[in-house]
């Protein structure tokens, strides 16, 4: 069983950057597809980006409301999956949340479906506002 917590949120300007952290504890987070989400108030909860596995085919899936300006990362040395978040605009404004599937090494046709995932971090708030 892996214990996920996130970390790196806070609040910045349209068009900044700030990269968000998902540290893994009790097992290797390689071993499990990572994905992060985001839940802005009164919205569903959107999946936003997945790596898979290191024994998956490593290709990382974006949503295309960020694709082009969020980048997915995993440091396995540091157990610790990464999202760079550049050129970041208001509606990109939620909480943050990484989750780890315990099932499948890769990042499916369905890894945008919140109930794919089994273990969930406690999230870090993202603001973007001038």
């Known amino acids: 069983q892996v214990q996920l917590v996130e970390s790196g949120g806070g609040a910045v300007q349209p068009g900044g950057s700030l990269r968000l952290s998902c540290v893994g504890s009790?097992?290797?987070?390689?071993?499990?597809?990572i994905a992060w989400f985001r839940q802005a108030p009164g919205k569903e909860r959107e999946g936003i980006s997945c790596?898979?596995?290191?024994?998956?085919?490593?290709?990382?899936s974006y949503a295309d409301s960020v694709k082009g300006r969020f980048t997915i990362s995993r440091d396995n040395a540091k157990n610790t999956v990464y999202l760079q978040m550049n050129s970041l605009k208001p509606e990109d404004t939620a909480v943050y949340s990484c989750?780890?599937?315990?099932?499948?090494?890769?990042?499916?046709?369905?890894?945008?479906?919140?109930?794919?995932?089994?273990?969930w971090g406690q999230g870090t708030q993202v603001t973007v506002s001038s």
């Open positions: 989750a780890a599937d315990s099932v499948w090494p890769l990042c499916g046709s369905s890894w945008e479906t919140p109930n794919n995932y089994d273990y």
């Open positions: 009790g097992d290797t987070l390689g071993t499990y597809p």
């Open positions: 790596i898979s596995s290191t024994d998956g085919d490593g290709t990382p």
